[in-house]
Structure formats: structure tokens, C-alpha cells
């Protein structure tokens, strides 16, 4: 296999991908002219023969969830450019295929709506019609010639009906709202709970910021574009330190900009000598997600704000580690 195909293949290993937009009837009136011996070719030019096939089965529909063990190689030499068992989570080869409509007359979606559950079958199709009209390269990858076939092999373990997919997604937005609204007041919760027992009487800013200066500084105040200079240290509400300057040699150096949201408003409120304590909600913190923190994590900093200095006019590399550059926890 060349190197192009073994490049390409990289690229298109989730074969959900490929479908296009295009909506066209499938028929399945054969012509019985193939010039490929042992397949059939229907109307909308797919040659096609199966292996097993349940004439009274239900036939996959747009929308249908499937699981789908694929095999595509040129049909000239039997070189594979896609194989499903790359990218099944079990080995099996068998993955979860959501089908959309046709992306040309005769295409492989067009195949797969010839069959049922349990069904295997063989399709082979025009190579630049799939390279350009299923995968939209703008043209054929090297190798490859407008005269060039490609043939699937398609085995089909199970069907979800489209309906039971929609139901099925509905429930998990509704599942995922439902816990995102627990944790958040979990959240809230917690934060009131600490502001009690820690005594703090500062309002919080809009966001959700609680700033407490604990030493006045001297001078102006940095902008978001600037470089500063600061020590700190990161502590979960339960007291946990998760990161600390002193971790990485000393005081940290960055952008203010490239920082999570509640350190670039907070430092915005700090001068040169200050020091403050910072009540991070997770909303401008690391949020639901965490990015490699808990999700919906509110954080507490004790932040020493030591010098800054407009950013070079060339973008530049952080000299140290702060929240927010994937360096902290």
C-alpha cells in the first residue's frame, strides 16, 4: 500500500464523516449488466451481490443507527484504504454508524439501504465519486485515475430505527441538563458554604469572582494583554493544594490573556506588590468539562502579583506556569 493510501486512510477513520447532504431516492430495479462478474447493477449505477440477505427484513432507512462492520479496498488489487476494526471499540470491527442521506446516485449509503439486519453484502463504486463526492477532496489522491473502482464490504449487526435514535439522544440531553443543573447547584452550595466558614464579606463580582485583597500594592494595574509576574498557590475548597508556583522553581511568568477568565479579571484589580485571595467559580474557571480538572470545580488562590510588563510586540512563550496554560495540574 502506498504511502498516500496509508495517509489517507489516517484521515477518514471515522467513516460517519464522509456522508454528504445529497437526498436521493434509491431504487432497486436492477439492470442485471455489471461489468463485474457475479454482481448485479441497479439503476442508479451500484454494483452490488449479497452474501446474506432477509428479503422480509426491515430496510435501513436515513437516520438509522447501525452497527457496521466495513471493509473498502480498490477493487483493482484488493489494497484496503478502510477497515472498521481500526476504530471498534472492542476489536470486533463492528461500530456505531449513523446514516445520512446519499452523497451520490449509487453510492455505498445507497448500498447499505438495500439491506437489513444481519445481512452481508458487496458493493463496488466509482473511486472518484467517492474520494470527491463522499469525502469532498478536490481531487483524487494519488494513484488514482477516474477509470478506478472502489468495493465495500458491509455487514450489518443491528439496526436502531431513526425514531429510537432521536428518543434515545432527547433522553441523554435531558439526563445531561438534569446533571449539569445538580452539579451546579452542588456548586453554589459549596461556594456559600466556604464564604460563611471563612468569614468572607466581600460581594462577588458579576461573574462570580470574590476578590479580597489581603496587601495593597503600588503603581497601576496590569491590562489583559500584558505580561505578569506573580506567585501563587491553587487550592481546591477542602483545602487541597493542586498547584503552586513554588512547583515550577519559583515565580510564574505569562500572559494575563492566556489565563483562566477569573485570573485575568482578578489580576486586572491587583497592583505591583499586592496580594489577594481569589474565590474562582468553575464558570470562569475550568467549567463543566474541567480540562483536566473536576468538573464544575470552584478554586481558591492566594496570589502575590510581583511585577508586569506590556507583552512583546512578537507573540512570545509563557517563561513559567500559570492557570489556564495546561502546565498547572
Not at 439503476?43 to 422480509?56: A, P, Q, R, T
Not at 439486519?117 to 485515475?145: C, M, Q, V, W
Not at 512547583?247 to 497592583?271: C, D, S, Y
Amino acid at each position: 500500500m502506498s504511502l498516500q493510501i496509508i495517509s489517507l486512510k489516517k484521515q477518514m477513520n471515522n467513516f460517519t464523516r464522509l456522508l454528504a447532504p445529497a437526498v436521493l431516492a434509491l431504487t432497486f430495479a436492477s439492470c442485471n449488466d455489471s461489468q463485474f462478474d457475479g454482481f448485479t447493477r441497479a439503476e442508479n449505477g451500484l454494483h452490488y451481490k449479497f452474501f446474506n440477505h432477509d428479503e422480509n427484513g426491515t430496510m435501513v432507512q436515513d437516520g438509522d443507527k447501525l452497527m457496521l462492520r466495513y471493509v473498502i479496498s480498490r477493487q483493482s488489487n484488493d489494497s484496503i484504504i478502510l477497515d472498521s476494526k481500526e476504530g471498534s471499540r472492542d476489536g470486533s470491527g463492528f461500530m456505531e454508524f449513523f446514516l445520512r442521506n446519499s452523497s451520490f446516485p449509487g453510492s455505498f449509503e445507497d448500498g447499505m439501504k438495500m439491506m437489513a439486519k444481519g445481512d452481508s453484502a458487496e458493493f463496488i463504486i466509482r473511486a472518484d465519486s467517492f474520494f470527491i463526492k463522499s469525502y469532498g477532496l478536490n481531487e483524487l489522491p494519488k494513484g488514482f485515475t477516474a477509470n478506478d473502482y472502489l468495493k465495500g464490504v458491509f455487514k450489518i449487526k443491528d439496526i436502531i430505527p431513526a425514531k429510537e435514535v432521536a428518543e434515545m439522544q432527547q433522553k441523554q440531553m435531558e439526563a445531561q441538563k438534569a446533571e449539569a443543573e445538580r452539579a451546579m447547584l452542588e456548586e453554589k452550595t459549596l461556594i456559600e458554604k466556604y464564604v460563611a466558614e471563612n468569614k468572607i464579606t466581600v460581594k462577588p463580582e458579576v461573574s462570580g469572582l470574590y476578590f479580597v485583597e489581603t496587601k495593597k500594592g503600588t503603581g497601576g494595574s496590569p491590562s489583559p494583554e500584558d505580561m505578569v509576574t506573580v506567585n501563587y498557590v491553587g487550592k481546591f475548597l477542602n483545602g487541597e493544594v493542586f498547584d503552586a508556583s513554588e512547583k515550577h522553581g519559583g515565580p510564574a511568568t505569562f500572559a494575563l490573556n492566556r489565563v483562566i477568565p477569573g485570573w485575568t479579571e482578578a489580576l486586572q484589580k491587583m497592583k505591583k506588590g499586592g496580594k489577594a485571595n481569589l474565590l474562582i467559580p468553575s464558570s470562569i474557571a475550568y467549567g463543566p468539562g474541567g480540562n483536566g480538572m473536576p468538573p464544575y470545580a470552584p478554586l481558591f488562590f492566594e496570589v502575590e502579583l510581583i511585577d508586569f510588563q506590556a507583552a512583546p510586540a512578537a507573540p512570545a512563550t509563557p517563561e513559567g506556569h500559570g492557570p489556564g496554560d495546561g502546565h498547572n495540574h
